[in-house]
C-alpha cells in the first residue's frame, strides 16, 4: 500500500536510489533534475520513514528494505490501475 505522504518524486528519489546505490544527494538531485535542497528535505523524509539510510557520514545514502517493499506497492498498485 502506498503510504499518504509518499510523494512522486519520493518515489523517483527510491528508484534511483535501487538502481545506484549508493549515492550522494547531490549527484541523484542533478541527474533527476530536483532542486537540491527540496531533494535533500525529501531524503531526510525518506530517512525518517525508514526506505533510505546513509551508509557513510560523507551522505551517501542507499534504499533499504523497506524501501524496497513501498516500491513494489506502488508499482503494484499502478498495475492495478491499468
Not at 534511483?16 to 531526510?44: I, K, Q, S, W
Amino acid at each position: 500500500m502506498r503510504p499518504d505522504w509518499l510523494r512522486t518524486v519520493d518515489e523517483r528519489i527510491l528508484r534511483y536510489f535501487e538502481a545506484h546505490p549508493p549515492d550522494y544527494v547531490p549527484l541523484m538531485a542533478n541527474r533527476l533534475n530536483v532542486h537540491l535542497e527540496y531533494a535533500e528535505g525529501r531524503v531526510a523524509t525518506l530517512v525518517d520513514h525508514g526506505y533510505l539510510r546513509p551508509v557513510t557520514n560523507e551522505r551517501i545514502y542507499t534504499l533499504t528494505d523497506r524501501g524496497r517493499r513501498v516500491l513494489e506497492a506502488v508499482g503494484e498498485a499502478a498495475a492495478a490501475d491499468d
